[in-house]
């Protein structure tokens, strides 16, 4: 593991004689204040990543060596989605004794420097999905911090918590199919987590499974607005009545959406310009928000269990930095089919 020129862990010494800048120049870069080049902050960032260097933890105890807090870093905090999850992990923690640290990445254009400046404040880290890039979880961990990844591929060294996704993604479309639904979109980003492009895998190997050619998929923001655009289009592009519309695109008879923001923002846009739910396209969700339960029709989706998922990841970690586990694991918890009246398909129907 790269570290001080003794084997020790690197200090801000090592880092200004490898980047060959003064002491105070290397301050102001790892701390953010006062006026530095780009040149000079580039060379401190890639000297800190060779050296693995984390800020030293003076705030620690000497006695136990832990500050009893937890880093938690997300990629943003929009929309219903983190509520539950960070209401899971700060009931975990608050019960143990341990302080969340909370930092989120979108918008940051230093993450890396922002989660090696936290890794000195905490006694390990939470990622979830795509805050960070594989790169700095990497270096977390050669700089021997405890890492969990929440909602993201497992990683050597690293714990892992997340949902199933592509077996439930799965049967939901095949559901769909059984109920004679043949042109099925999937509307969200693949790219944009882990999970959406498991979400997809099961959506395309439901069709595939059925012969059926697998439409690429509408890479939407995973909004309301982002959902309510797409149908805006598809409106647009959809005559009265028929199934084709002036630019010649086969209008949809379902939408597999990414998640629930971007089926109601869908489902209110369509019924808005005519297109009846479940009656003309069957629309499909995925988290269970509150939401989806109490609009007309109710949204169709498949339930996470977020408040479990938070949980479960404090938990891992708290494993982790009290030796009470040193062997990775990775888990993986179900998630439920909720049918409602937004696929034209539940019970009863």
């Given at each position: 593991m790269p570290s001080g020129p003794t084997g020790r862990p690197a200090t801000i010494y090592d880092v200004a004689a490898l980047a060959q800048l003064s002491i105070a120049t290397v301050s102001r870069v790892l701390q953010g204040t006062g006026p530095v080049s780009a040149k000079a902050r580039a060379r401190v960032d890639q000297a800190a990543h060779e050296l693995n260097y984390v800020p030293l933890r003076a705030a620690r105890s000497l006695a136990v060596q832990r500050h009893e807090a937890h880093g938690l870093v997300l990629p943003d905090l929009a929309g219903p989605f983190y509520g539950d999850l960070l209401m899971g992990y700060e009931r975990w923690a608050g019960e143990h004794g341990q302080s969340v640290v909370l930092t989120v990445t979108h918008g940051n254009p230093h993450p890396a420097r922002t989660v090696r400046d936290l890794a000195g404040r905490v006694d390990g880290i939470v990622v979830h999905g795509n805050a960070l890039g594989l790169d700095v979880i990497q270096d977390l961990r050669r700089a021997n911090v405890p890492v969990?990844?929440?909602a993201h591929p497992p990683v050597t060294g690293c714990?892992?918590?997340?949902?199933?996704?592509a077996a439930s993604a799965e049967r939901l479309t095949t559901r769909l199919l059984d109920h004679g639904r043949k042109e099925l979109l999937f509307v969200g980003d693949p790219a944009s987590s882990?999970?959406?492009s498991q979400r997809y895998a099961g959506y395309a190997k439901a069709l595939g499974a059925r012969g059926l050619q697998v439409p690429a998929p509408e890479r939407?923001?995973?909004?309301?607005?982002?959902?309510?655009?797409?149908?805006?289009?598809?409106?647009?592009?959809?005559?009265p009545g028929g199934r084709t519309g002036a630019s010649g695109r086969t209008r949809f008879d379902g939408l597999v959406c990414a998640n629930d923001e971007i089926a109601l923002g869908a489902v209110q846009t369509l019924r808005d310009g005519g297109i009846g739910v479940p009656e003309d396209m069957v629309v499909t969700g995925w988290d269970d928000v509150m939401a989806a339960r109490y609009v007309s029709p109710g949204l169709t989706t498949v339930r996470q269990p977020m408040a479990e998922l938070g949980r479960l990841a404090a938990q891992r970690l708290h494993e982790r930095v009290t030796g009470e586990r040193t062997r990775a694991r990775n888990d993986v918890l179900p998630t439920e089919l909720v049918l409602r009246d937004s696929c034209g398909t539940a019970p009863g129907a």
């Open positions: 969990v990844v929440v714990d892992s918590v997340r949902t199933e996704s882990y999970d959406v939407t923001p995973l909004t309301e607005a982002g959902g309510a655009g797409f149908a805006a289009k598809l409106l647009a592009a959809t005559t």
